[in-house]
């Protein structure tokens, strides 16, 4: 088979792996990529020093795919993470990377979220598990050979894990592999409890150290977004209401994205245009060609069609989709900010992408601002701005050559000369609102994450008293609440899934901040309780008592 050379493709990647990479727009390895995937393709063991957001989540994962046999139905590569989000961040990955290796299936492990949905992964075959050490020891509890067929073992943020009191979790499941495993240590730093496990565990590892460089984006103001998902179009609408802005891009994740978001923006008279890889080369020449020569104001792209963008104009960059990793933030962003000119970028976190962006600040060593939407009078003000601005260099030119009109026109419609020009601004301004009492009618703000959050907090402290309970059921208390990173949704996905209790059967959840109120039913309660006796929630068992108000 013939190969490209130079980039991923001189590391011996699969070529599936290797297009699924290159259609997300990864182009070369970093470093902890470049001396790792040939390290782990060989099979050796490894310990891999380097922070989080170098890449070292592709370092292992291109690797371990390329070596994955998807004819066999059984796990054969185990990730171990920390913490749940990462978990989750380091599956989506995998699954990302895979989408063009038919026939194979990653399933997240982690505690809160109901055990029945990672057991019928892992009896439909996954071959890839990414896990957290406590929520897999249960699992090893019900099933002793579920690692019996893993061949690759990768332990990320090592040092978080053992900081996080995992060490007698990972003996467990260092027991239940094969001895003959290929093993992979991933962590920011070298502690002595890293370096026993190494010794204990890995077999002549061969070691890769990337040193942290810092990222600077010079004269790029950063700024972030906290929304949610559903809001995040009403959100850009209103915050172009506001950005002083010349040329745009904007980067979302996928092809339709890049359809839905410019179809938006023209609906409301921005000149925009999509730019994807389905756009034809001629295509997209003649919309980069509108851009710099202003018939386009934005362009909505994908981050592989954005490839080779240098329009000067441009002026701010609005990350919508939150990038894959450090690296692709880096990139995008510098696609303003050129030609000696100050830049703007914007990012649009959901609540679960909060850890990436801690990710993108350490990366890039600069704290990225979090702002707020822009209420109605902001908008206001922005959009009467915007229309003396355009006004102004008229006044002069046209007071004597449109004068005999003005008259004219005023007799003919029988008005006063106030009444025309009210009229002609209602033409000029499209018919958008301009005044508050008409903008606040338009359309409700829709609230952003922070906002929604700080509310939620708000009424929380003014309701502490628990809440009336019906009848024929009790209400019992764990020891658990938000400050263990607990939400009423994992509470009850345990409880659901451990109990065996229909949902209508559980009442109210209050989740406090050392602890949380369930209501269960009063009926059978001695067994339930019974039942979840060994049940853990993030990690920590769930102790269900019954509650009592005295």
């Known amino acids: 088979m013939t190969q490209q050379t130079g980039g991923f493709a001189a590391l011996g990647i699969h070529p599936s792996v290797l297009a699924a990479i290159t259609a997300v727009g ?25 922070q989080t957001g170098t890449g070292k989540t592709a370092a292992f994962a291109l690797p371990i795919l390329s070596r994955i046999d998807p004819a066999r139905r059984e796990p054969q590569a185990l990730v171990l993470t920390p913490t749940r989000e990462l978990a989750l961040q380091v599956a ?32 439909q075959g996954a071959q890839i598990i990414v896990a957290t050490p406590g929520r897999l020891v249960d699992h090893l509890s019900r099933n002793e050979k579920l690692l019996s067929t893993v061949k690759h073992l990768v332990l990320d943020e090592a040092d978080e894990m053992l900081k996080l009191g995992f060490m007698d979790d990972l003996e467990v499941i260092f027991q239940a592999m094969p001895v003959n495993r290929q093993s992979v240590l991933f962590s920011a730093t070298l502690p002595h409890s890293i370096r026993e496990i190494a010794e204990k565990h ?93 018939r386009l104001d934005i362009v909505v792209a994908t981050d592989v069609a954005a490839r080779g963008i240098d329009v000067p104009r441009i002026t701010h960059v609005f990350n919508v989709d939150m990038p894959y990793d450090p690296e692709s933030y880096v990139h995008r962003i510098g696609r303003t900010g050129r ?40 908008v206001l003000d922005s959009r009467i701005r915007k229309l003396t601005a355009n ?29 025309l020009a009210a009229a002609l601004l ?33 009424e929380g402290r003014e309701r502490r008293a ?53 209501e269960l039913p009063e009926d059978g309660l001695d067994r339930l309780l019974g039942r979840l006796k060994d049940t853990r929630v993030g990690g920590k068992q769930l102790k269900l008592r019954r509650y009592r108000e005295d």
């Open 339 to 378: 030609a000696g000119r100050e830049g703007r970028a914007l990012l649009l976190v959901t609540p679960r992408e909060r850890r990436m962006l801690q990710v993108i600040e350490r990366v890039t060593g600069q704290k990225v601002a979090e702002i707020r939407l822009p209420n109605s009078q902001q």
């Open 466 to 518: 628990p809440l009336p309970i019906l009848e024929g059921r009790v209400r019992c208390r764990t020891p658990l609440g938000t400050r263990d990173g607990i939400a009423a949704r994992n509470l009850l996905g345990a409880i659901l899934n451990e109990g065996g209790l229909a949902r209508e059967s559980i009442g109210k959840i209050q989740v406090r901040d050392s602890f949380s109120l369930v």
């Open 26 to 50: 990864y182009e070369e390895p970093s470093p902890i990529q470049a001396q790792a995937i040939p390290e782990i393709l060989a099979g050796h063991d490894m310990i891999g020093q380097a």
């Open 202 to 294: 890995l077999r002549e590892p061969k070691h890769v150290k990337i040193a942290t460089k810092t990222q600077t984006v010079a004269r790029i103001e950063q700024a972030h977004l906290l929304v949610h998902a559903d809001q995040k179009v009403p959100a850009i609408l209103r915050l172009l209401e506001v950005e002083d802005f010349d040329a745009l891009i904007a980067f979302v994740r996928t092809k339709q994205a890049t359809l839905d978001l410019a179809s938006a923006l023209e609906a409301k008279g921005y000149k925009a245009a999509a730019l994807n890889g389905d756009i034809a080369q001629n295509q997209r020449e003649r919309v980069i060609d509108s851009l710099k020569d202003g």
């Open 92 to 123: 989506t990955a995998f699954e990302n990377y895979s989408r063009q290796l038919s026939g194979v299936g990653v399933v997240a492990v982690y505690g809160g979220a109901p055990m029945s949905l990672q057991l019928k992964s892992l009896r």
């Open 426 to 458: 209602a033409q000029v301004t499209y018919g958008q609102s301009m005044t508050l009492a008409e903008l606040e009618k338009e359309q409700p703000l829709v609230p952003d994450a922070s906002s929604t959050r700080e509310r939620s907090r708000s």
């Open 391 to 419: 006004l102004k260099p008229m006044i002069d030119t046209a007071s004597g050559s449109h004068a005999g009109l003005l008259k004219q026109l005023i007799g003919s419609l029988e008005c006063t000369p106030e009444q």
